[in-house]
């Protein structure tokens, strides 16, 4: 197969995939990926990061689209087996355009590695009775806002924007549950959920600092 360009690349293809890119991750991230789009995906993403000067591009795609990918420049990062619909293996693919964005920050391997090498408790402990769970809505995205405010600084999403998070709940699958302490929200999950590919990420997950 030939080496794809940029110049390759049709002036009227419509790009189908979800890509989501923004400086403040300074990232091109590729988080649905239409087959239609292959291989010309590949170099519009290369352009994005190029036009923005974005040092990182990341992608998630089935297995058998992952040759050309790693043709291009990008490392395995992780896979998944049997992601797609209880089938295809998912693999995702990072490629760095500046080596520092390479290096690890030691002081978060480390937690990593404590929280990893700490037991998992048996059994799991019960919510104290001020707590509640329960699926979040519209009508608690104020709330949620002010938790996602407090925990992050930058996110590669706009979850400060209340028309972002109004519209992955009604249009987007993303179903979110949060943690009540009496009348205050204090923690928060979510589960983006693809029922075309029958699988589901569970992201966002965050909680108020102590007061």
Same mark, same amino acid.
């Given at each position: 197969?030939?080496?794809?360009?940029? *110049?390759?690349?049709?002036? #009227?293809?419509?790009?189908?995939?979800?890509?989501?890119?923004?400086?403040?991750?300074?990232?091109?991230?590729?988080?649905?990926?239409?087959?239609?789009?292959?291989?010309?995906?590949?170099?519009?993403?290369?352009?994005?990061?190029?036009?923005?000067?974005?040092?990182?591009?990341?992608?998630?795609?089935? %297995?058998?689209?992952?040759?050309?990918?790693?043709?291009? &420049?990008?490392?395995?990062?992780?896979?998944?087996?049997?992601?797609?619909? &209880?089938?295809?293996?998912?693999?995702?693919?990072?490629?760095?355009?500046?080596?520092?964005?390479?290096?690890?920050? %030691?002081? %978060?391997?480390?937690?990593?590695?404590?929280?990893?090498?700490?037991?998992?408790?048996?059994?799991?402990?019960?919510?104290?009775?001020?707590?509640?769970?329960?699926?979040?809505?519209? @009508? @608690?995205?104020?709330?949620?806002?002010?938790?996602?405010?407090?925990?992050?600084?930058?996110?590669?999403?706009?979850?400060?924007?209340?028309?972002?998070?109004?519209?992955?709940?009604? *249009?987007?699958?993303?179903?979110?549950? &949060?943690?009540?302490?009496?009348?205050?929200?204090?923690?928060?999950? #979510?589960?983006?959920?693809?029922?075309?590919?029958?699988?589901?990420?569970?992201?966002?997950?965050? #909680?108020?600092?102590?007061?």
């Amino acid at each position: 197969m030939n080496e794809f360009n940029a *110049e390759n690349i049709p002036m #009227s293809i419509n790009i189908q995939s979800n890509i989501s890119h923004d400086k403040e991750s300074d990232r091109v991230y590729l988080s649905h990926f239409c087959k239609e789009d292959f291989p010309y995906i590949i170099n519009h993403i290369e352009n994005l990061a190029q036009t923005h000067q974005y040092t990182k591009l990341f992608v998630k795609i089935p %297995s058998s689209y992952a040759p050309l990918f790693i043709k291009n &420049g990008y490392k395995i990062e992780a896979y998944v087996p049997h992601f797609f619909n &209880g089938q295809e293996d998912c693999f995702f693919l990072v490629k760095y355009r500046d080596p520092k964005r390479k290096l690890l920050d %030691s002081e %978060s391997m480390n937690k990593f590695q404590i929280l990893f090498s700490t037991p998992i408790k048996e059994p799991i402990e019960i919510l104290p009775e001020q707590f509640t769970i329960r699926e979040l809505t519209t @009508d @608690d995205i104020t709330c949620m806002i002010d938790v996602f405010k407090k925990v992050f600084k930058t996110y590669p999403f706009p979850i400060f924007n209340s028309q972002f998070i109004k519209k992955s709940m009604e *249009e987007d699958d993303t179903t979110y549950f &949060g943690v009540w302490d009496n009348h205050q929200l204090v923690a928060i999950s #979510s589960a983006e959920c693809n029922y075309q590919e029958q699988y589901a990420e569970m992201t966002d997950f965050c #909680s108020s600092p102590q007061p």
